[in-house]
């Protein structure tokens, strides 16, 4: 019977001609000291190979270490974003929606009754939303051409608007609904080459239906993980992007800003918390250590208003009196407590077991950071903390000054920002084919519906999922 390996008509396949009878040449001690030198040889062949091989591949693998691309950090160094999967440069084309193309979009940008302005969402936590718009504008990767476009950029503040009473939660559900179903290159893709911004603790679930209409498109947000109240994340790690919350521009700019780090010597504290309790467990358990700890843990009850109100100015001042400023989790896993440390220059440790972080592709965290388990707070840490020496405590805030231009959401000819991180990362998000459930394709290259309607006849409203 034919061996698996051996092809019909091949030499393996000729009959073998055998005989118990058959008798072949004898084996003589010559033969026997010939092969045994063959079988050395052999072997040392195959080691010299496999040894030329193994080198091929370490040169290979140093070579591949220098494909990288350089950003200089402001700060007279360079951060570097791995050549694959990036490529060499940045080259992409970005469409952004204009609020008047589509009807529903002033809405989410300004309220139902258009009162909202775009500078009363610059500040706070969600600011990120109308920086990232206005960026993008100005951008030499925006084009305003549909058909040349990589992405497509869906301008909302709608966080913004919520808390400003612009627009429900119902209304904003609805908008978003009436917005995309106006969008044949949203259909085109099944939304895989959209952008959206979600800029809060919520993430995504600002829209209700995000999960049935906006699952494959590509989220920038700063939150990870938002479990505490529903039952899924919104984040998905393959196809979102973790961008820096939005901090204070007062602290941000290069030698003007509000708050000046104090020397190591000269802080007054081991640790910090700044933060409302918000009855969550971490937050309560270092309120309450503070209480056991006062002089190594200042954690003072934080007012909004009335005459013991913490000011940003006062808050900073608090911020930068210690050498470690601790981030426990809150209403989700992100702070921006975590961003705001490397602008007074304490060390911030993450007590947030959840929290995702932005471009690590570029950063090591373990270099800038810690992160401790969120169980384990108590005297425990802060034993830990008073052991680091200061010289140690003095790398960790060197090395995060080299880093914290990424949290800036500056211009674009600034060298380093958060706009050219988010940047570098949508340009691994770019795809040359779009496909979709409802998109097809015929022999001559034809892009047409589920009813064979070519692309470029689709008209609004879209039917949605």
Known sequence: MPSLFERPGSMNNKPRVSSAHHHGTPCTRTHQIGAIILVAA???????????????????????????????DGNGGELSWQERGYGPHLSLKIYVYDENEIDGLKALLFGRDGTITANACLKGQWGTQVKIHRLLLQSQFRTTKKEEADLFFVPAYVKCVRIMGGLNDKEINQTY???????????????????????????????????????????????????????????????????????????????????????????????????????????????????????KLESPELNFSGPNKFGRLEYFQHLRNAKFCLAPRGESSWTLRFYESFFVECVPVMLSDQVELPFQNVIDY??????????????????????????????????????????????????????????????????????????FWLHNRTIVNRNLVEFSHWKPPMPLP
């Not at 591949?64 to 950003?71: A, F, G, L, T, Y």
């Open 42 to 72: 052999s072997f040392f062949f195959t080691r010299l190979f496999d040894q030329s091989f193994s080198l091929c591949n370490f040169n290979h693998n140093i070579a591949s270490h220098k494909d990288i691309v350089r950003v200089a």
């Open 177 to 295: 609904v009436k917005v995309i179903s106006q969008m044949p290159y949203f259909r085109r893709s099944g939304g895989r080459d959209h952008i959206f911004v979600f800029p809060s603790g919520a993430g995504a679930h600002l829209f209700r239906s995000w999960a049935t209409y906006i699952n494959r498109s590509i989220i920038l947000t700063p939150e990870g993980d938002c479990t505490d109240k529903r039952d899924k994340s919104a984040f998905n790690t393959w196809k979102d992007i973790i961008i820096p919350g939005n901090i204070d521009d007062g602290m941000t700019k290069d030698g003007a800003r509000i708050v000046q780090p104090l020397p190591l010597s000269k802080r007054k504290y081991l640790a910090n918390y700044l933060g409302r309790a918000q009855k969550k467990v971490g937050r309560l358990k270092l309120i309450e250590l503070a209480k056991q700890y006062p002089e």
């Open 366 to 439: 373990t270099q800038i950071s810690i992160k401790w388990p969120s169980n384990l707070i108590g005297p425990q840490l802060l034993e830990y903390l008073a052991s680091i020496p200061d010289e140690d405590i003095e790398a960790m805030i060197a090395r995060g000054r080299q880093v914290r231009c990424l949290w800036v959401y500056a211009i674009e000819s600034k060298p380093c920002s958060a706009m050219q991180g988010i940047l570098w990362e949508l340009q691994r998000k770019v795809r040359q084919f779009h496909q979709s459930t409802e998109t």
